[in-house]
């Protein structure tokens, strides 16, 4: 599928700022479903950017204004063709017991997306949910289908009910909250059954058939990694696995660490934040 995609983040301030810095995660990678036909980043007010590539492979894009101003606009553009993932057919058809055995020899390579963080702590609630899915016996790829499912169907998708850095334990107690509380309650369960496990930021179709849930905004999954270091991807939001209508643009261990835009200003007033993402298809002809 062909997708042309477009992202603002409308930064508004109740005084002007004097200076402003951004961390933009926001291009996207090259990977075998996707193919990246043409991108680009526009800052407004526009000033000077450098690129780097962060600990987990993102090209992260830093932007400085020290002029005076009233507002800031990101505005990311891209055109991606996507294709579906291949499934590790043999990967998924493994014991969870099995699995965990073939990860343990490659803990160089998985230690990172072993660990708790504070945004995706492990234990507590995700004990419980850990020892009755991801049982020793149970095959690896109907454990993943069904704690996808489970969560789609015991957490109540309600923009609001969280905010940005609400613990996940408020997320467990309420069970109510958006894709990215999702997502973390996915990696701590996957974790404290000694699954690694991924957040990924990107977009998905915003219109089509079967219109999917938390496509006005960026919208968060996960990665699971399988034994042969093969990733597949789930989105817990709605209870699928994804593909051809998913873009990836960032990942890492939480959403902390694959933030699409974050950053700091110098200025005595406060700030108000608007997001707004479409991802349309386009007519694909080879």
Not at 70 to 93: C, H, I, Q, W, Y
Request: aromatic share 8%; net charge neutral; glycine share 6%.
């Amino acid at each position: 599928m062909l997708f042309d995609v477009i992202h603002f983040t409308d930064y508004r301030y109740s005084h002007p700022v004097s200076e402003a810095y951004v961390e933009a995660r926001l291009t996207p990678p090259r990977r075998k479903e996707q193919e990246v036909l043409g991108h680009r980043i526009e800052f407004s007010p526009q000033a000077d950017t450098s690129n780097y590539v962060d600990y987990f492979g993102n090209t992260t894009t830093f932007y400085s204004m020290t002029l005076r101003h009233e507002r800031l606009l990101v505005t990311n553009r891209m055109t991606v063709r996507t294709r579906s993932p291949e499934k590790p057919g043999e990967a998924l058809a493994l014991t969870v017991a099995e699995a965990r055995q073939i990860l343990a020899s490659s803990l160089t390579d998985v230690f990172d997306y072993l660990q708790p963080t504070p945004a995706v702590p492990t234990g507590g609630s995700a004990m419980d949910w850990a020892r009755k899915i991801f049982r020793g016996s149970h095959l690896i790829g109907e454990a993943l289908l069904t704690l996808n499912r489970m969560i789609h169907e015991r957490f109540a998708y309600k923009p609001g009910a969280t905010e940005l850095h609400t613990p996940l334990a408020t997320v467990w107690k309420t069970r109510e909250g958006v894709c990215q509380d999702f997502a973390h309650v996915m990696l701590s369960v996957l974790r404290t059954a000694g699954l690694p496990a991924r957040y990924v930021c990107g977009y998905i179709e915003t219109d089509g058939p079967g219109k999917l849930v938390g496509s006005v905004a960026t919208h968060a999954w996960v990665e699971v990694m399988l034994p042969g270091l093969q990733w597949i991807a789930l989105d817990p939001t709605n209870n699928q696995c994804c593909g051809e209508r998913h873009v990836t643009v960032a990942l890492g261990r939480d959403f902390e660490d694959a933030s699409p835009v974050r950053g700091t200003f110098k200025g005595s007033g406060t700030q108000h934040m608007k997001v707004r993402v479409t991802m349309k298809r386009l007519a694909d002809t080879p």
